[in-house]
């Protein structure tokens, strides 16, 4: 009996974050992503109802609209395990590389619309609709050419050749300063997540099994689902010069259903793809006694979310010919209120509770797959993560080169790398889907304000301000050799390469069912990313 498999990278782990998290660069906004993210203490525009609530206190009523361009592209160069006897021409065999692949460079629109109201010189409010800080979507070659000139599956297949992953977070804040110099906030989050991806996986679990006729492709679909979480901040001056300032988020973890669509001889361009699709009544097989478990929704996914908390303490050099109003303790305009600021912040993020993604689907019965008689989706198609728990620092700052109309400003972060590692230094659990190298970022940016009444008072009238920024982040290079002893398996659709499965569980050679016996992320993995950010500000 041949059976099939899908497997997943599942891209909703973009879910709302910031500080380390490995889903996120550092970080939405043109002020925040231009200071290298150090912006906890600073908080000053809308964008404070997600990253530190507590600055909304003091802020003027502004309506923002700013968008992130992310451009990121991720290489693997696979090496083909040594233990791995499959018929795959594009290596020399086994232990051999294959060829160098990237995913496709390209890029969309992150948005952020955020609008902050006043409501006295000491409460603010604010409602941010924003898209995470991610570069969530992406496709790879399906087909390379083989030193015959013939297409043969690629060699990524098995992490993935497409992912497309949407993230919504509508969030309503609200800051508050009970007593002088002292802020403090909060807001609720309420994520929106879809996500779709698709890869390759093999039909049968053997020996000398040639890709082109024996690997299928799979794609995954999740429902739409609703994410809630929150976020707290403070902030305390105890000097007119120095902020100090904390945060912290917490999310529900990414729960969905979903549904799976297989493609049987897919990866045989001589045959036409048998469909499939366990959403559908009896999943196109023609068999009724599968009608009760091929229902829309049949899959489940859960991933947990990183808790994040930050810690900023920033220094600001204040102008003293400001008018009273302009100047007073509980009005936050640091572009007409200060010379300049430096901000240094450590951050935290709990990547270490990402350690699976957990995908399964109906076991008695399992789902069938058309084309492959008798074939089933495995019950249990998790992927494993393995990720450290990520700690980082910030520094950035602003300049105003010229006081209320031009800000300057620059940044750099570090993170530690979310990716394990063994004894012997192999990532053994890296994959294509996040960057999870140790990352380094250099950023730059600036923002010109144009006041809208002429001769008008820093706090007086409407103003118009337009802001930019770049950064580009450096990835290290992760690495899994050809010594390693763990890694991630293929999924495969009969449990055990020979044997069945034990009374423990596992099969014969102590591999968990559906899985290849050798291992599918050998080699290395690069990563490199640009974001570009431009928005637009109305001051009321």
Known sequence: MRKVATTAIFLLASAPAAASNVTEFPDNGSEQMGRGGAWVARASDPLATFYNPAGLAGQPTKLTIQVNLPFQQTCFSRVQDPNDTTIDTLSG??????????NDLGT???????????????????LLIFAPSGAAGGAWPEFLANGNGQLVPA??????????????????????????????GAAFVGGIANAQFSDG?????????????NDIKAHLSTATVFVPGFTLGAIW????MLDVAGWYKFSAPVDASADVTTYAN????????????????????GQTSFDTVCVPGAGHVKLAVPMEAKLGVRLHKPRHWLSPEAASEHRRDPMAQDIWDLELDLTWANDSAMNNLNITFPSSPALPVNGIPGGVVPPNASVP??????????????????????????????????????????????????AAGARVGLALGAT????????????????????????????TTLTNSVSATEGVHALAGTPCETGTVGANGLCANNMQPYRSTWIANLGTITNALDVINIGASYRF
């Open 93 to 102: 065999g086994p232990g051999m590389p294959f060829p160098k692949v990237c």
């Open 155 to 184: 060699p990524e297949r098995y992490l993935a050749t497409y992912t497309n992953a949407f993230f919504l977070n509508p969030t309503l804040g609200v800051g508050w300063e009970p007593i002088d110099r002292l802020r403090i």
């Open 448 to 475: 010109v304000r144009i006041p809208l009444k002429k001769n008008a008072s820093p706090t007086e009238g409407g103003a118009l301000e337009l802001s930019a920024g770049y950064m580009h982040m450096f990835v």
């Open 266 to 285: 897919y990866y045989n361009l001589s045959q036409t793809p048998v469909v499939g699709n366990s959403a559908q009544k009896d999943c196109g097989t």
């Open 237 to 240: 001056s105890p000097t007119p």
């Open 201 to 213: 996986a093999m039909s049968i679990n053997g020996t000398n099994e040639d890709p082109r006729s």
């Open 385 to 434: 993560f393995n990720f450290n728990d990520v700690i980082g620092v910030r520094l950035g700052g602003d300049y105003n080169v010229i006081p209320n109309r031009l800000a300057v400003r620059a940044g750099t972060f570090f993170e530690s790398q979310a990716a394990s590692t063994d004894s012997k230094g192999n990532a053994n659990y890296m994959n294509t889907d996040f």
């Open 108 to 126: 969309f629109p992150v948005p952020s619309i955020g609008f902050t109201l006043r409501v006295t010189p000491r409460l603010g409010l604010g």
